[in-house]
């Protein structure tokens, strides 16, 4: 079982940055892959990026060349760095873990343990 917790969110003004965090439980951590993914209202849940545990990373179109996810595995972390924000970017902002731990996937399904979410909001 891993428990995740986001925080970070906020109101930022377009171009503007944010960092998010999603803190996890567990002590096998590291050896999971973790994603980002976000919602926006009346939109379907969107893959925005992943981390394997190898530390290979993917990125939706979207966010590519802005965005930048990290992790650290002595802080239970994984980190969304996200400049160069658009009013496109508001969203619900979920963290998320496969239940096979190793994996790779963007698929929405492919994810058991999601995070309760943080809100980013860009103005324009």
């Known amino acids: 079982q891993v428990q995740l917790v986001e925080s970070g969110g906020g109101l930022v003004q377009a171009g503007g940055s944010l960092r998010l965090s999603c803190a996890a439980s567990?002590?096998?951590?590291?050896?999971?892959?973790m994603g980002w993914f976000r919602q926006a209202p009346e939109k379907e849940r969107e893959f925005v990026a992943l981390?394997?545990?190898?530390?290979?990373?993917g990125y939706a179109d979207s966010v590519k060349g802005r965005f930048t996810i990290s992790r650290e595995n002595t802080k239970n972390t994984v980190y969304l760095q996200m400049n160069s924000l658009k009013p496109e970017d508001t969203a619900v902002y979920y963290c998320?873990?496969?239940?096979?731990?190793?994996?790779?996937?963007?698929?929405?399904?492919?994810?058991?343990?999601w995070g309760q979410g943080t809100q980013v909001t860009v103005s324009s």
């Open positions: 998320a873990a496969p239940s096979n731990a190793q994996a790779i996937g963007s698929a929405r399904e492919f994810y058991a343990y």
């Open positions: 567990g002590r096998t951590f590291s050896r999971y892959t």
């Open positions: 981390i394997s545990w190898t530390g290979a990373t």
